[in-house]
């Protein structure tokens, strides 16, 4: 645990967005790695199996996650303040709300499972593996949930190491155990696709337990018999009230890069293959702003609950000009190199040179919508802090629905770009974005916040 409230902010920031950045890097690259499994053991199909229930399985936990950001806030701010009781009774409500929540999505998602893979237009001959899988990761979706709120929680207490720990553990158990029930051993039997489920599934539950067990020794206030179990319905409230707009914030974006990618299809596969690439490499580049921004949200919400206003803006300051080193690195490799990164997904060869080509066109735009993530990112990060969440909300759909999606109809259209058109789009967006939020940041609104402010408790003892 590290108090954020003291000591030099750029060591914070640099010390604490650190391991998040490791942390996220693993959540990326064990679901690939799971991907591969399946591929390798298995086939095309079942990958396309297993790809077909992503976007169910990517929107269900959007809920969840925005609940462990409500945590996060929650415990940064009591923790700032120095306050136990309050920190305890936080403990207890935002578990129990939350876990009660997480229950109710997948009774609903296993009650719908099968009519929601046929929305989606799920082929008939990989509707069973896909139910298969998607039945199992649903049932168990509430293991998944307890990863995200310690990882909250721990993240609120400025321990980012022990995260890191706890996804390290999740990965390698994904490892050992997703081929392990593909293919079978010994006694065990070869479950196929939904062996996939079942490693997954169990990786979690491993990942669980050894996690809380680690915790009870570390951490005096993950032991749940200290909590205080008193129900505090502004608790309960304010866990909702932070956490469904940013579940409802990462929605908003998936569904307009839902939209972006039907219309990227639209200018055939080689485009398509072009923008499969160019998506891959900025999902990675884009790990180091999420975790500036995560680090972000601890720091300025301990001092917010602490009242230390100055070194929150301290941390807004010292966050964008850290994320904008690392954006202003990532445009100059994107935007000098473009050809050697489309090589690194695809031979050269005459049939691949067209693509490689159109990765180059999609770098000469999209290279510079680093430092715009830069800003973005750690703007967020203090709204979220705050928990001013309806905020991001409102920023992100104007962003993404009002000129984005738009914009890149008009050009891709009407004004004759193509592909380039949506390029443009997608950058300028952002672009506008960065003045949005940068004018609702100064203008101050996000102070006036008050989370604690009916809670009742009032510094009983120090954390």
């Not at 095309?44 to 399985?57: D, M, N, R, Y």
């Not at 206030?221 to 304010?238: F, P, T, V």
């Amino acid at each position: 645990m590290q108090d954020f409230t003291e000591g030099s902010i750029g060591k914070h920031v640099v010390n604490f967005s650190t391991p998040l950045m490791l942390g996220n890097l693993l959540l990326s690259v064990y679901g690939i790695i799971n991907l591969i499994w399946v591929g390798r053991l298995l086939g095309h199909k079942a990958v396309a199996a297993v790809s077909a229930t992503l976007p169910i399985i990517m929107l269900l936990p959007a809920f969840l996650i925005g609940l462990g950001m409500a945590t996060n806030v929650l415990i940064a701010q009591a923790f700032g303040r120095k306050d136990t009781a309050l920190l305890k009774k936080i403990l207890s409500n935002s578990f129990f709300a939350s876990i009660a929540f997480c229950l109710l999505i997948s009774v609903v998602a296993l009650f719908l499972g099968r009519r929601m893979l046929v929305w989606i237009n799920v082929p008939p001959e990989i509707l069973d593996m896909s139910l298969s899988y998607l039945t199992i990761i649903v049932a168990t979706l509430v293991f998944q949930f307890f990863i995200n709120w310690m990882s909250g929680m721990l993240r609120g207490m400025g321990d980012a190491k022990t995260v890191v720990k706890i996804l390290i553990l999740l990965t390698v158990f994904n490892i050992v155990l997703v081929p392990l029930f593909i293919r079978g051993a010994g006694p065990l039997p070869a479950f196929g696709v939904a062996g996939a489920a079942w490693g997954t599934a169990l990786a979690a539950v491993a990942t669980c337990v050894i996690g809380y067990i680690y915790l009870l020794r570390h951490n005096p206030y993950i032991n749940m018999h200290g909590w205080d179990y008193s129900l505090d319905w502004h608790i309960i409230r304010e866990v909702f009230v932070i956490g469904v707009p940013a579940s409802l914030q990462m929605i908003v974006i998936s569904l307009s890069g839902v939209i972006i990618i039907s219309l990227v299809n639209t200018f055939g596969t080689d485009v398509t293959a072009a923008f499969g690439i160019g998506m891959q490499v900025d999902m990675l580049a884009t790990i180091p702003f999420m975790s500036i921004g995560m680090a972000a949200t601890s720091i300025a919400g301990q001092n917010l609950g602490a009242r230390k206003l100055e070194r929150v803006y301290a941390t807004m300051r010292v966050s964008v000009y850290f994320a904008l080193a690392i954006g202003i690195f990532c445009t100059l490799i994107l935007f000098i190199f473009p050809h050697q990164i489309g090589a690194l997904f695809l031979e050269k060869s005459a049939a691949n040179a067209r693509v490689l080509e159109l990765v180059a066109d999609y770098y000469f735009w999209m290279a510079f919508i680093f430092p715009c993530f830069a800003v973005i990112f750690v703007i967020h990060g203090i709204l979220r802090s705050a928990g001013d969440t309806v905020a991001l909300l409102v920023l992100s759909f104007i962003a993404m629905f009002i000129i984005r999606v738009p914009l890149a109809y008009l050009l891709a259209g009407p004004a004759g770009l193509a592909q380039n058109g949506i390029w443009i789009a997608m950058l300028s967006s952002s672009t506008l974005a960065v003045g949005l939020n940068w004018l609702y940041y100064k203008g101050g609104r996000w102070k006036k916040r008050k989370i604690f402010e009916k809670c009742g408790l009032h510094n009983h003892a120090e954390v």
